[in-house]
């Protein structure tokens, strides 16, 4: 995160105080709605106590394939929705800023892969929570940016490995009955693996050093002073 606070300050520098605005705005703006949604939907069922447990996902169940659209919105506990929100918009925020212009591609791939994957996996219980959506975010923000080579990629790589590098413990059941969703963990590491491959060509790259110019340059040098002699 400190990587992304200072590139965010680099270019504040470079360019006017309100176009530095706007881009900020745009790229927080998803994931600040999101995470604004993630709280207000706890709030809701708790300020009214309603029960939102069925938009979990249920496996292997088609009448409800629906709810891996939903189930990133729906947490067990106060701690839950804390641990998860704060991950979410840190790396849902790296995502959107140094993935464009393919960011909410990404994302969606994520979101929806992570979900499916669950789905077919999971054991026969709800699935609630962000935590599958944001393993999938760390592992892509992880993988890409060794897969890419490019310098501002591997410092968020590296940023990502020193913050969450412990996840991945939470990727293995640890006892029969386990009640944290080991099975989500593991399907966002998957699509965040698999995003990172599939999307390697898509986005920022590493910047490509064009060697003839200079060899010409050099020769052009050469010929002039060849000419000048004679």
């Given at each position: 995160m400190y990587t992304f606070a200072l590139t965010i300050i680099s270019k504040m520098k470079t360019n006017p105080p309100k176009s530095n605005f706007r881009k900020v705005i745009n790229i927080l703006f998803i994931p600040f709605v999101f995470s604004l949604l993630i709280l207000m939907v706890f709030l809701l069922e708790n300020g009214m106590n309603w029960n939102f447990s069925k938009a979990g996902i249920?496996?292997?169940?088609?009448?409800?394939?629906?709810?891996?659209?939903?189930?990133?919105?729906?947490?067990a506990n106060w701690g839950h929705l804390l641990n998860n929100l704060l991950s979410f918009f840190l790396l849902s925020s790296c995502?959107?800023?140094?993935?464009?212009?393919?960011?909410?591609?990404?994302?969606?791939?994520?979101?929806?892969?992570?979900?499916?994957i669950l789905w077919i996996i999971g054991r026969e219980s709800r699935h609630v929570g962000a935590s599958g959506l944001i393993y999938a975010m760390a592992a892509f923000l992880l993988f890409s940016g060794l897969i890419r080579q490019h310098i501002p990629?591997?410092?968020?790589?590296?940023?990502?490995?020193?913050?969450?590098?412990?996840?991945?413990w939470h990727i293995f059941?640890?006892?029969?009955?386990?009640?944290?969703?080991?099975?989500?963990?593991?399907?966002?590491?998957?699509?965040?693996?698999?995003?990172?491959?599939?999307?390697?060509?898509?986005?920022?790259?590493?910047?490509?050093?064009?060697?003839?110019?200079?060899?010409?340059?050099?020769?052009?040098?050469?010929?002039?002073?060849?000419?000048?002699?004679?």
């Open positions: 249920y496996p292997r169940k088609i009448e409800w394939i629906w709810t891996i659209f939903t189930s990133i919105f729906i947490h995502l959107f800023y140094f993935y464009r212009p393919v960011n909410l591609r990404i994302f969606m791939f994520l979101w929806i892969l992570s979900g499916i990629l591997i410092a968020i790589s590296l940023v990502v490995t020193l913050i969450y590098g412990n996840m991945v059941p640890w006892t029969v009955n386990d009640h944290v969703s080991w099975e989500g963990h593991l399907s966002g590491l998957f699509s965040g693996l698999l995003a990172a491959v599939l999307y390697r060509n898509d986005g920022p790259q590493k910047p490509v050093k064009v060697w003839e110019e200079e060899n010409n340059e050099e020769e052009e040098y050469w010929n002039e002073e060849k000419s000048d002699k004679n």
